[in-house]
């Protein structure tokens, strides 16, 4: 990898890690209550979301007590997937935004609750 990709990546982990561990002490975990609209069924849904990291990395996500097989750390952005909905989770400005591979949307604002 160029060096210039590789000062990219460390720059947009520390971002991410800054943005959680501003809410939290590092080694704790951080969790928010997301207010989903979905659209077209115009219903709103609260989701539960718990980050749990450390002081160098994110360790693991967890969307309504269910831990996501994987997910992508790009800058202050948490990108994932859980049962067909592709979520990106915003920890700069405490947003929801998902889709149902086209079919459905969902994008919602999210406070700390711990």
């Given amino acids: 990898m160029p060096a210039d990709r590789k000062t990219a990546s460390a ?6 890690l800054l ?3 501003a809410a939290a002490a590092p080694g704790h975990d951080v969790r928010w209550n997301c207010a989903v609209a979905y659209l077209p069924a115009r219903s ?3 989701r539960e979301v ?3 990291h450390d002081a160098r990395r994110v360790r693991a996500v967890r969307i309504d007590g269910v831990a996501v097989h994987a997910f992508q750390v790009h800058e202050a952005l948490i990108l994932t997937a ?9 920890t700069a ?5 998902s ?3 086209g079919q459905a949307s969902g994008a919602g604002r999210c ?4």
Wanted: net charge negative; with cysteine.
């Fill in 93 to 97: 400005t405490l947003s929801w935004q």
């Fill in 44 to 46: 709103t849904w609260v």
């Fill in 82 to 90: 859980l049962d067909n909905e592709r979520i990106v989770l915003d």
């Fill in 111 to 114: 406070e700390r609750v711990d």
């Fill in 11 to 16: 720059c947009a982990w520390a971002l991410a």
């Fill in 19 to 21: 943005a959680i561990e």
């Fill in 99 to 101: 889709d149902f591979r």
């Fill in 50 to 52: 718990t980050i749990a």
